[in-house]
């Protein structure tokens, strides 16, 4: 059974401060996308990678997947309290021959202006 | 942009009532799909339906059906809701298969059975 897990589960920051986020799994995926979900709403997609060891900025956010393609993170730069919400991370669970995802249990961030 | 709409926010059933929860997207996708997000548990998937009238069990199938009688909508039947049903349901649709064609989720209902 795949599983993806997120660490850590909660994370309240200063404004100003990094942060990273981290997904891991013992199975290999063929990409990883990243969401976040914030407060009354459904999860909206940040990122996909698929290259082993691509990295992709988004702004302040920079998203690793990992050369073994096991595991990704996402960090971010000088956090601002927009940035606040649910981070999930998400790989297809058939190799991605439909798009049936598998989710990650989601980092809860914080960010204390 | 592409619009997912759940029929309800917020939703208050009692143990053994059928319920019914909607979802309709206006982008012609392929694809739709009822996930539940538990705390701790992130979100699992509980139906997809690739076409009209083709549906496929998900990981937490059990004391769900769904119906996909047009393109547009999908919706999720709790045959005799039970309190262990209550949750968070997102619903989403995504126009085809791969990683090029994320999901798009709707606001959520939150069901609460008592």
């Not at chain 1, 891991?24 to 698929?50: A, H, I, K």
């Not at chain 2, 083709?54 to 039970?82: N, Q, T």
Request: hydrophobic share 30%.
């Amino acid at each position: 059974t795949q599983l993806l897990e997120q660490s850590p589960q909660f994370l309240s920051i200063q404004e100003g401060e990094n942060l990273t986020v981290y997904c891991n799994s013992s199975s290999v995926f063929s990409s990883l996308q990243w969401y976040r979900q914030e407060p009354g709403e459904g999860p909206v997609l940040l990122v996909t990678v698929v290259t082993g060891g691509e990295v992709k900025k988004l702004k302040r956010l920079t998203f690793q997947f990992g050369d073994a393609r096991k595991d990704s993170s996402l960090h971010i730069t000088a956090a601002q309290p927009g940035d606040t919400g649910l981070y999930l991370c998400a790989g297809p669970s058939d190799g991605g021959a439909t798009n049936k995802l598998i989710f990650g249990t989601g980092t809860l961030l914080a960010v204390q202006p | 942009d592409v619009k997912v709409t759940q029929s309800s926010r917020y939703l208050v059933k009692r143990t053994g009532e059928k319920v019914f929860l909607e979802c309709v997207q206006d982008m012609d996708h392929e694809n739709m799909f009822w996930y539940r997000q538990d705390p701790g548990l992130g979100l699992r998937l509980i139906y997809f339906s690739y076409d009209v009238k083709m549906k496929e069990k998900g990981d937490i199938p059990e004391g769900y059906s769904v119906s996909r009688e047009k393109k547009e909508r999908f919706s999720l039947i709790l045959e005799s809701a039970s309190t262990n049903q209550t949750s968070m349901y997102l619903c989403a649709s995504s126009l085809g298969t791969g990683y090029n064609s994320p999901l798009h989720f709707g606001n959520g209902t939150r069901l609460t059975v008592t």
